[in-house]
């Protein structure tokens, strides 16, 4: 597509509930990571997938949240059991091939654990 | 590992007045560095970047930023600010790995 598309744009949800979130990357990008933007934060980086390698999961905070990329495409995020301390905006980018190529960004899932 | 530092949490300018925002990195060789800027309630647009050659890069928007080695520096400016650059922006620092570095991001306030 033209752009990085996540969705929702929004979610709220139960603390203990799973959620789902996710991310099209644009269309030839091999190259696609997952951020989360807390309140008054930076961005962490949570996972980066490149093509068929295996993903870079070095940043996901807890055995909690997982992802996956189906056909180098499509990725999910996936949070089990939420907790409130996950309430952030979670930002997928993709990227041509390699980080140097520049980052581009959807605009995000606003994800609030009540 | 990499790591950026953006000094300034809030700037507050005059619209027209110039502009600098201040970034520093740690990384051990040379780096890509990046700068994105963040709308309320958007993703992140790149603005410009640096991986090699001319040290005074030009990007989007009138902005332009110069990689000074010797400060470990990469900061952004704009010589005359408009309204509409009222966002946050972030510095993002990139090396060998493929996953880019983030700074906290400085809030730039716009008074007219």
């Known amino acids: 597509g033209a752009g990085v598309s996540q969705s929702p744009s929004n979610k709220v949800t139960e603390k203990g509930k799973d959620v789902e979130l996710r991310c099209d990357p644009i269309?030839?990008?091999?190259?696609l990571y997952w951020y989360r933007q807390s309140l008054g934060q930076g961005l962490e980086f949570l996972i980066y997938f490149q093509g068929n390698s295996a993903p870079d999961k070095s940043g996901l905070p807890s055995d909690r949240f997982s992802a996956e990329r189906t056909g180098g495409s499509v990725s999910t995020l996936t949070i089990q059991r939420t907790q409130q301390e996950d309430s952030a905006v979670y930002l997928c980018a993709s990227s041509l091939a390699q980080a140097r190529d520049g980052y581009t960004f959807g605009s995000g899932t606003r994800l609030t654990v009540v | 590992a990499q790591s950026v530092t953006q000094p300034d949490i809030h700037i507050t300018v005059s619209e027209g007045a110039s502009l600098e925002l201040r970034c520093n990195y740690s990384?051990?060789?040379?780096?890509?560095l990046f700068w994105y800027v963040q709308s309320p309630g958007q993703g992140l647009q790149l603005l410009l970047k640096?991986?090699?050659?001319?040290?005074l890069v030009q990007g989007i928007k009138g902005f332009e930023a110069e990689f000074k080695r010797s400060q470990s520096s990469f900061n952004l400016r704009k010589p005359s600010v408009h309204w509409s650059d009222a966002a946050e922006y972030f510095c993002?620092?990139?090396?060998?790995?493929?996953?880019?570095?983030f700074g906290a991001g400085t809030i730039l306030r716009v008074k007219s």
């Open positions: 640096y991986f090699s050659g001319d040290t």
């Open positions: 990384y051990g060789a040379t780096p890509y």
């Open positions: 269309s030839g990008h091999t190259a």
């Open positions: 993002a620092v990139g090396g060998l790995g493929n996953k880019l570095v």
